[in-house]
């Protein structure tokens, strides 16, 4: 494995290896709850609290787990951790807790944090995985806020619940039924392709001219 | 307890609330093993089998174990879900080397396919009993077939047309299927 720098284990899921973006890990909350920003925030600090905690535990107890069963103790800190937030958002979250309904539970089948268990918590230690969990997890709110952002706006007209512009504004609303889940997250893709693309494309030129 | 007739659960989790197009659930197949029709069709009825397998279980687990202590429900769901992958896996891989190889890793990754588990969770939250649970996985795992066959028959369809580099990949995956689930928006009336 290559050698990595603290603040590259940061940068790297925030940024380089996004996991809703690039690597296409947890689509499922990242495409059913992001119909509007306060729903993906929330869903956003549950996934965050899930992927910091089951990460400190699993690189603190990496010498405890046997490798043969490592995956299915993994899934079970993460089902812990995941009751666990279950309980807090239904306790000091109500409304959220009802909004996002069986989704909350379905935090323990995000590939994500399963992911980020397995490629680094196991091997890593405890300072370093926090790290990387905490970057993973706000590269994971980047992408949703991004979506619910683009939803909310497009669908219903409004930022976090206030009115952007004025009555005569037609909702479009097919953002904010499930297929604008799709179309919203296949154009963020389409645009990113494109600067990627123009990117390599200008590098090139540059690297023609000075040859 | 629901009283829900068994053809409304079962056209509900099929068409009008289709677990893959309506509510996002088993993506990764959705996007993974969506390239052939065949290897589509297959996973779709393995699928349907794990379902069905799955509710029975957690219908048994929510009736006689769970009343007492509700807050391992996830934690046993999983266990549950888990440990019937891992027999299907085996099934699959001595039945069927070819079909063990073609599914690949997301055979095993099933372990983590949000219908699966949210299909368990589903039924609890609304009550659904012993013949509703069964019906429900039944629609469910038809749905998610008819999905993935969709899927795949237009991806085998556009491989060869020229669409833009950019666009080449997930991307254009996405599309078709926002542009799918818009067409099953239409069975919305249904329900």
Redesign the interface.
């Given at each position: 494995m290559r050698k990595t720098t603290p603040s590259h284990d940061f940068i790297r899921g925030i940024w380089n290896e996004n996991p809703v973006l690039i690597q296409?890990l947890g689509?499922?909350p990242a495409?059913?709850v992001t119909n509007s920003v306060v729903n993906a925030l929330a869903m956003s600090a549950a996934t965050f609290f899930v992927i910091c905690c089951s990460s400190v535990l699993i690189s603190t107890c990496k010498r405890f787990i046997p490798h043969e069963v490592r995956?299915?103790a993994y899934?079970?800190v993460i089902?812990?951790f995941?009751?666990l937030a279950?309980?807090l958002l239904q306790a000091y979250a109500p409304v959220q807790h009802k909004a996002l309904?069986?989704f909350i539970?379905?935090i323990?089948?995000?590939?994500m944090i399963?992911g980020r268990q397995e490629a680094f918590s196991a091997k890593n230690n405890v300072f370093r995985s926090l790290l990387d969990a905490v970057g993973t997890g706000i590269g994971f709110t980047i992408a949703l806020v991004m979506m619910g952002g683009f939803r909310e706006i497009l669908g219903v007209g409004a930022f976090l619940g206030f009115p952007l512009f004025g009555p005569n504004f037609e909702p479009w609303v097919?953002m904010v039924?499930?297929?604008?889940?799709?179309?919203t997250?296949?154009?963020i893709?389409?645009a990113m392709?494109?600067f990627?693309?123009r990117k390599k494309t200008r590098a090139e030129a540059a690297a023609e001219a000075s040859s | 307890m629901s009283d829900q007739g068994l053809f409304s659960i079962f056209f509900s989790a099929m068409v009008v609330n289709n677990f893959t197009?309506?509510?996002?659930?088993?993506?990764?197949p959705f996007?993974g093993v969506s390239a052939r029709v065949e290897t589509a069709l297959r996973m779709g009825l393995a699928n349907i089998f794990v379902l069905v397998l799955t509710s029975t279980s957690a219908w048994v687990l929510n009736t006689y174990i769970l009343e007492t202590v509700p807050?391992?429900?996830?934690?046993s769901f999983?266990?549950v879900v888990?440990s019937l992958v891992q027999i299907v896996e085996m099934v699959v891989k001595k039945l069927s080397p070819v079909l063990f190889r073609q599914l690949g890793i997301f055979l095993p990754?099933m372990?983590?396919?949000?219908a699966i588990?949210?299909l368990a969770?589903?039924q609890t939250?609304r009550g659904y009993g012993f013949f509703q649970g069964i019906t429900f996985a039944v629609g469910a795992g038809l749905g998610l077939t008819l999905a993935l066959v969709l899927m795949a028959s237009i991806r085998e369809s556009v491989e060869f047309s020229d669409v833009p580099?950019?666009?080449k990949g997930?991307?254009?995956v996405?599309?078709i299927?926002?542009?799918l689930?818009?067409a099953f928006?239409g069975f919305a009336g249904l329900s």
């Open positions: 296409m689509l499922c495409l059913a995956i299915s899934i079970l089902a812990t995941v009751t279950d309980m309904g069986a539970a379905l323990v089948v995000n590939c399963l097919i039924l499930p297929a604008g889940g799709f179309l997250l296949g154009f893709l389409l392709g494109y990627e693309q | 197009l309506a509510m996002f659930l088993g993506l990764c996007m807050y391992l429900r996830i934690i999983i266990i888990a990754l372990t983590t396919n949000c588990f949210g969770i589903f939250n580099n950019i666009a997930t991307a254009l996405l599309i299927a926002g542009t689930s818009m928006m």
